[in-house]
T-cell receptor
Framework: GAVVSQHPSRVICKSGTSVKIECRSL??????MFWYRQFPKQSLMLMAT?????????EQGVEKDKFLINHASLTLSTLTVTSAHPEDSSFYIC???????????FGPGTRLTVL | DAKTTQPNSMESNEEEPVHLPCNHS???????IHWYRQLPSQGPEYVIH???SNVNNRMASLAIAEDRKSSTLILHRATLRDAAVYYC???????????FGPGTSLSVIP
């Protein structure tokens, strides 16, 4: 199946700093990517839908100025958590859908810990 | 997306078949049924999907009820590596966002 990678796999940062997470589709082009957040023992919560070359669509309750999403190419989307605080500590997961498949493929996730 | 309901948890003995049920009584005629699974500390993994006919792949089988209001994911021979949370999702067009419910946590007993 198609491969989606995320970088970094885990990151620890100080409160108030910004963190960028990359999501790449390695062997296919993805016009649409999705960003999720998952807290311990909970299901995945969709944060936003990222479309190549246009602004992301955020789910209700997700602050667009805090979670900046850029989808500059057909293989790369980035999520920047700005001015991170301990409550932003979570598992962030992206998914991507290719132009020729009906299936979404998920990245391995990024564990963010804000001290 | 149509809402789906699944049992919170299930147990299976190793090397026995597992039938994971999913109800999607409000599914529309064009919604596909997708199954994903998530192992601990990993991203979800695609398992299988179908529309009306039963589907088989190397990982599992998907049995879809004739009225499409329910489906069953079948793992033919559970292994310890199959212990995961299994999510059943019904989706419209292929670009529709995937909304996850709580899923079924499958435990496999050696």
């Amino acid at each position: 199946g198609a491969v989606v990678s995320q970088h970094p796999s885990r990151v620890i940062c100080k409160s108030g700093t910004s963190v960028k997470i990359e999501c790449r589709s390695l062997d296919f082009q993805a016009t649409t990517m999705f960003w999720y957040r998952q807290f311990p023992k909970q299901s995945l919560m969709l944060m936003a839908t990222s479309n190549e070359g246009s602004k992301a669509t955020y789910e209700q309750g997700v602050e667009k100025d805090k979670f900046l999403i850029n989808h500059a190419s057909l293989t790369l989307s980035t999520l920047t958590v700005t001015s991170a605080h301990p409550e932003d500590s979570s598992f962030y997961i992206c998914s991507a859908k290719g132009t020729t498949t009906d299936t979404q493929y998920f990245g391995p996730g990024t564990r963010l810990t804000v001290l | 997306d149509a809402k789906t309901t699944q049992p919170n948890s299930m147990e299976s003995n190793e090397e026995e078949p597992v039938h994971l049920p999913c109800n999607h009584s409000t599914i529309s005629g064009t919604d596909y049924i997708h199954w994903y699974r998530q192992l601990p500390s990993q991203g979800p993994e695609y398992v299988i999907h179908g529309l009306t006919s039963n589907v088989n792949n190397r990982m599992a089988s998907l049995a879809i009820a004739e009225d499409r209001k329910s489906s069953t994911l079948i793992l033919h021979r559970a292994t310890l590596r199959d212990a995961a949370v299994y999510y059943c999702i019904s989706r419209g067009t292929s670009y529709d966002k995937v909304i996850f419910g709580p899923g079924t946590s499958l435990s496999v007993i050696p």
